[in-house]
C-alpha cells in the first residue's frame, strides 16, 4: 500500500491562509490535524510562487511596447499586491542586454523570412487595463485558436514527407544510419532532451506567447549573429522561456530543403565537470549533425575525416576540430539557433569561453542566466530580500516538521535530503533507494516493482518537497527556489553530512560482492556514483573523521581493483552500452595511488608509514603520477619530501595534460624535466597543453625551459599540433619561442602540410612568412602542395604557388604529379586550375604515364576530354607500350574509349 505524504503545511507564510481543518483520531489516542485537502493547499503556495515568476517578467510598457498613459493605472495595480510582500518585482525583470565583452557584429538584412511569424494579438481588456494579460495558476487557458490551425497544417506536412523519409531510408541502408549514430555517440553522449521534455511538460498553454511575440525575439530571429542574454533572478521562469523558444524555433521551422537547426543545453551547477566548453561546444555539434543529416541525408567530409583520424586511437575530438565540424554542419543548414539556459551555473571558465568559442556569424544565440554581481543586487528593490527571509522561513519549518517525525521516517528523510543537497551530481531514484538499503536493512529493494514504490517512499517522508524526474530518473526538489535554499543552507541543516556519505561510500564499496563478478553496474546502480565520487566527498574533516574505513578499503586490492574499474567507464554508459569496455581500465593500481588522485593527503601519509616494508597498498612513485593526474599539489608536496622523484615517467604530462599549473610549478622546483616524455612515445608536457589548447600553460613550460622542437607521438612537435588545431595565437607564441616550421615528425610531416590539410589558411599564412619551405617532402600526401590539390582548395594553391611551390613536383613511390594525382581522382575543377597555372600535362610518372593515362584508367571521361581539349597528347605510350585509349579499352570504358578515338582523329 502507497504510503500517504506526510502533512506538514498549515497555513501560508505569504498570506496567512488556513486551509478547513478537521481534527481525527489515530489509533495511539493522540489527536493529530489534518489538512482536509492537502493538494488546495499546495496549490495554493504554487500561486503564490508563479505570482512571484510573473512579475520578475518584463511588463509591456517596460518593454517599450505600452504608452505613458497607462502608467496610472498601471501603478496602480501593482500596489495591490503588496500584501503579499511581493511589491516591486515587476522591476527585477527578466532583462534583455547585450552580451558583455563581445565585439558586436555587423547587421545583416532578415534573411529568415520563411519562419512563421505569429500574429500580433488583438488588446485584449486586462492587456489595457494591466499592461499585460495575466495568467491566474489553476484558473484555466483560452485557446490559441493559431497555434491550433499552425500544428495541424505542420503535422499534414509531416505525413506527406513520412513517404519520401521511408523511401530515402531504404535508399542509403542501415549500415549509414549506424555509422551516423557511431559518429554521434563519439562527438558527445551528453543529451538535454530528456530535460527538455520534462520543462516543457510543466508549461502551461499560451503561457510563453509574450516572449515569441516580443519585438526582441522576432528581430532575433530575423537577423543573423544576434544574441539574446536574458537575465533574471532564479525562480523567474527563464528555463521555461528556453523550453518555449526552443519549442517554436524546432517545430514551426520551415519545411524547405534547408531547414532551421537548433542546439540547446539545460547547464546545471552540479554537472560543472561534465559540462564544459568541449562538453557542450561536443553536444551543439551532436544536434546539428543530426538536423543535418535529416535536411542531407550525408555525413560532411570534415566530420568524417576527424571521426576516422580519432578512431583507432579512440579518443574524443578537442574545441578546434569541433569548430571545424561546426562550420561544415552551419553551412548546411539556412538557419542556426543555440539556446544555453543558466550558463551562470556552469564553472568560471566555460562562462567565458563558451559564447566566444561557437560565436558564428550565422548563429543566433540566446542565453539565459542570473546576473549575480553586487552592484545589481544592492540596486534592487527591498521586497527581494523580504521574499527571499519569507521563504527560507517557510523552508526551514518544513524541515524542521520533517526531522521531528517519527523515526525511522525522520531518519530515512534525513539521508535522503542529503544526497539530494550534498550530492555531486543528480542522484537516480534507483542510486538513491541502493545506498538506502545498505544504511535502512527493512528498505532493501530486490524487485522492480520493490523500486517503484522504494522511489514513492523518498518523496513521502519528504513531505512532498522533492519530485521525481520521469524522463531522468532523477530526485530533485520541487521547486528552484527550494533547490537554492538547500545549497545555502545545507552545512547548517545537515551537521557532518559528508562524513557520513564517506562512510556510507566506504561501507558500500567494501562489500564482497563488488570485488568480482559481471554485472556489477546493473545489480548496484549506486555503484559507479561511489567509485567516483567518494573522494571527492571525503576531502575536508571527513577524511580524518573516517581515516580508518578508508584505509581499510584502500588496503584491500580486489575493492581498489574494482572500484577503478567502475570509475573508467563513462557515468552515461547504460545509454551506450555497446561502447563499454569494462576490460579496459588501468590495472594494478594500488590504494595509495587512489587516494593521491583524490588528493587525500593525510590518507598517502599513513598508507606510507604503514606500508614501509611491504607494497599491498603502497607504492609512492604511481602515487606521484596519480596525484599529478588529479592535480593534487599538497599530495605533491608530501610525497617530494618523502624523495619521491619528480621525474616519474609521464606525471609532467599527466599534470600539463588535465591544466594543473601549480602541480607544473612544483615538480619543476624540485628538478622535474619540462621535456620528459611519457608511455609509448606520448609526447612531452607542452604537447599535452597545446593538445588541449592551453595557451596559458603552454607560455608557463616555455618559461620553464621546455623545447618547442621537441617530436614524439603521432601528432610530431608541438608546432604541427598548434597548426593541426588551427589556434593562431598558440603558433605565434611557439614561432616567437624558437619554434622551426620546417621540423619534420609525426603523422602530417611538417606542420605546413598539418595546416593545409586542415584548411587553415591564417596558420599556412604565419609559417610561410616565418621561412617554412612549401616543397619539403614528407607526410601522407608527399608535401603541402600535394595536400592542397587533392583537397580542391585553390585559394590555398593560390597562395603555396606565390611562395615558390613547384607545380611540377614529382611526389610518392611512382614520382607523381600534382596534376596526375586530381585527374586520377577526376578532380576536373583542379585539373583546369592546374593547367591554367602552368602544370605539365605530359610529364611522366616512373611507369610512363601521364595525366591522361591516369584519367582514361579509372574512367574519368570529363577530366579526359577536358585535358584533349587542353592539348594533352594521346599517342604517349608508357613502359608496357600502353596508351590512354589501350588502357580505356582494357578496362571497357567506353566513354572515355569514344573521346580519345574522337581525339585521334582530329
Known sequence: MRRPATVVFQYCPLCNYVPEIHPTTVANRKTRA??????????????????????????????????????????????????????????????????????????????????????????????????????????????????????????????????????????????????????????????????????????????????????????????????????????????????????????????????????????????????????????????????????????????HAIYYLHKETKTGPSVAECLKMLTALIAGCESVFVVIDALDECGPATRQELVRTIRFPVVRFLVQAWANDSQRLESGPPSLSLVSRELDAYYNEITMRIFNQPSPDSTLARQILIWVAFSRRPVTTSEITDIVGVEVTSQVIASSRGVLAGAELLTSVCAGILTIDSKAGTLRPAHVTLETYLQRNREGIFAQA??????????????????????????????????????????????????????????????????????????????????????????????????????????????????????????????????????????IKLLLTRGVSPNVRGVMRAAAENGYEDVIRILAANGGDVNAGCYEDEGSALQAAAIKGNETLIRRLLELGADPNRVGGELGSVLHIAAVNGDESITGLLLENGADPNMKGGMYGFALQAAVEEGHENIIQMLLDNGADVNLEGGPYGNAFQAAVENGDQDIVELLLAHGANINTMIGGEKYTALQEVA??????????????????????????????????????????????????????????????????????TEVVRVLEAARQL
Open 34 to 303: 489534518h489538512v482536509a485537502n492537502t493538494d488546495n493547499l499546495h496549490k495554493h503556495v504554487a500561486a503564490h510562487l508563479e505570482e512571484l515568476a510573473l512579475l520578475s517578467l518584463p511588463w509591456q510598457d517596460d518593454m517599450g511596447e505600452g504608452s505613458s498613459s497607462r502608467d496610472s493605472p498601471l501603478e496602480e495595480k501593482r500596489s495591490t499586491l503588496k500584501d503579499a510582500g511581493v511589491n516591486g518585482l515587476d522591476d527585477v525583470s527578466l532583462m534583455f542586454d547585450d552580451p558583455p565583452k563581445l565585439e558586436p557584429l555587423a547587421d545583416e538584412p532578415n534573411e529568415f523570412n520563411n519562419l512563421f511569424q505569429p500574429e500580433a494579438p488583438t488588446v485584449d481588456s486586462r492587456e489595457a487595463e494591466w499592461g499585460f494579460v495575466p495568467s491566474i495558476p489553476y484558473d484555466g487557458h483560452s485557446e490559441d485558436r493559431v497555434l491550433q490551425n499552425l500544428m495541424r497544417k505542420h503535422l499534414a506536412s509531416q505525413v506527406e514527407e513520412l513517404g519520401t523519409k521511408h523511401r530515402i531510408e531504404r535508399e542509403i541502408g542501415i549500415p549509414t544510419q549506424v555509422e551516423l549514430q557511431t559518429i554521434c555517440d563519439w562527438i558527445s553522449p551528453m543529451d538535454f532532451s530528456a530535460a527538455h521534455e520534462r520543462i516543457s511538460a510543466t508549461r502551461q498553454e499560451g503561457t510563453c506567447d509574450w516572449f515569441i511575440q516580443s519585438r526582441t525575439v522576432t528581430d532575433f530571429i530575423a537577423h543573423r549573429g544576434s544574441v539574446i542574454w536574458a537575465v533574471g533572478i532564479p525562480g523567474s521562469g527563464k528555463t521555461v522561456l528556453s523550453s518555449a523558444i526552443i519549442d517554436y524555433l524546432t517545430r514551426f521551422a520551415p519545411s524547405s530543403p534547408q531547414r532551421a537547426a537548433v542546439a540547446y543545453a539545460y547547464c546545471d551547477s552540479r554537472m560543472q565537470e561534465s559540462q564544459t566548453t568541449l562538453d557542450l561546444v561536443a553536444c551543439f555539434l551532436r544536434q546539428l549533425l543530426e538536423v543535418y543529416w535529416e535536411v542531407n541525408v550525408s555525413i560532411p567530409d570534415d566530420v
Open 498 to 635: 559528508q562524513e557520513y556519505i564517506t562512510a556510507s561510500c566506504m561501507r558500500y564499496l567494501s562489500f564482497e560482492e563488488f570485488k568480482a563478478g559481471p554485472s556489477r553496474l546493473q545489480k548496484h546502480p549506486f555503484f559507479h556514483y561511489a567509485a567516483n565520487e567518494w573522494g571527492h566527498h571525503a576531502l575536508g574533516a571527513a577524511e580524518t573523521a573516517c581515516k580508518e574505513a578508508i584505509i581499510a578499503f584502500l588496503s584491500n586490492r580486489q575493492a581498489v581493483e574494482s572500484a577503478m574499474q567502475a570509475k573508467s567507464i563513462n557515468r552515461d554508459w547504460q545509454f551506450y552500452p555497446q561502447h563499454v569496455d569494462s576490460e579496459s581500465y588501468p590495472r594494478g593500481v594500488t590504494g595509495i595511488a587512489l587516494a593521491a588522485f583524490f588528493g587525500l593527503a593525510t590518507i598517502v601519509e599513513a598508507l606510507m608509514d604503514k606500508s614501509v616494508n611491504e607494497r599491498s597498498c603502497s607504492d609512492p612513485e604511481e602515487a606521484l603520477f596519480w596525484a599529478a593526474t588529479g592535480g593534487s599539489a599538497e599530495v
Open 824 to 893: 586520377r581522382r577526376g578532380l576536373e575543377a583542379m585539373v583546369e586550375f592546374l593547367i591554367d597555372r602552368g602544370a605539365n600535362m605530359d610529364s611522366r610518372q616512373r611507369n610512363g604515364q601521364t595525366a591522361l593515362h591516369q584519367a582514361a584508367k579509372e574512367g574519368q571521361a570529363g577530366v579526359v576530354a577536358l585535358l584533349v581539349q587542353k592539348g594533352a597528347n594521346p599517342n604517349i605510350r608508357d613502359q608496357r607500350g600502353f596508351t590512354a585509349l589501350d588502357w580505356a579499352k582494357k578496362k571497357n570504358f
